[in-house]
């Protein structure tokens, strides 16, 4: 006589390969990112790191002759496109290019932002207007037109760059800190939407970091010291604090990660 079996409301499981335990960079190779904003600050560098890797990457940016040297610098692998963001019609025709290459799209980071300082009672609606247009519509415009080449694509990850700004109500920042905190939402819903698919949607949060331009423009001596007495860890973050945290969400490692903001900032604000 058999034995009864217990009935179970356990979900099924199905797994098509064992979630790696660190990221493994050969996951990299051969395949194809789109990055925006790459010519300089966060982006340059993860444009850098993905090229190191062995992944082809389409990187777009504003300024011509500074994108074609971060791709002559980075070889034959990093390929610049001028875009303006701002423009739908530029934004939809630089994934359409990066799509072409191979035929699919391997993950896509929304990188591209600007940051001016506006006390609010002296902003316009022109610069309301251009900061939407620039930190957050590019969101929606650069993730609908890379959607079918993502699906067809192996990574099936999106990351998209946000600031730990809004979370603290810094000012002068009041109209950047609106653009950008549409990301956390943008970022969430999407990830809901596109889960059944297979397709990760995840945010990064940085904190104050010390690119080249933060450096020249507006990171004063006083300015660097107060940040650090601010934070937990005690020292200034750049760019390579930030990109190993967007190479894992993008990774097979984060393959359980979905939906979620993910702050780096040394530990001034903690959720």
Not at 9 to 31: M, Q, S, Y
Not at 165 to 178: C, D, E, K, R, V
Not at 199 to 215: A, F
Request: charged share 20%; with cysteine.
């Amino acid at each position: 006589m058999k034995p009864l079996r217990r009935p179970t409301n356990r979900a099924k499981t199905t797994r098509t390969a064992r979630i790696p335990l660190a990221v493994d960079g050969k996951e990299f190779a051969g395949r194809l990112a789109v990055v925006t904003g790459g010519s300089d600050g966060l982006g340059r560098d993860l444009v850098g790191a993905l090229v190191k890797l062995g992944a082809d990457v389409f990187f777009c940016g504003r300024t011509r002759q500074k994108g074609v040297a971060v791709a002559r610098a980075l070889g034959r692998r990093a390929h610049f496109v001028p875009a303006d963001l701002s423009d739908n019609a530029a934004a939809r025709a630089f994934v359409q290019e990066a799509a072409a290459f191979k035929g699919r799209i391997d993950y896509l980071v929304n990188n591209a932002a600007i940051d001016p300082r506006i006390e609010f009672e002296q902003a316009t609606v022109e610069d309301f207007d251009r900061l939407v247009a620039i930190n957050l519509r590019p969101y929606f415009v650069v993730t609908q037109a890379a959607l079918p080449a993502l699906r067809r694509g192996a990574g099936r990850a999106i990351v998209n760059v946000a600031t730990t700004n809004y979370l603290l109500g810094l000012s002068p920042f009041t109209l950047y800190n609106a653009s950008k905190a549409g990301g956390i939402g943008f970022t969430r819903s999407l990830a809901r939407e596109l889960g059944p698919s297979g397709i990760r949607v995840n945010c990064i949060s940085p904190g104050w970091i010390m690119t080249e331009k933060q450096l020249q423009e507006h990171a004063s001596v006083q300015d660097r010291a107060e940040l650090v007495e601010a934070q937990a860890l005690k020292f200034l973050l750049t760019e390579e604090h930030v990109t190993p945290l967007t190479l894992f969400l993008l990774s097979g490692c984060a393959g359980g990660i979905t939906g979620q903001n993910v702050v780096v900032d040394g530990g001034k604000f903690m959720q």
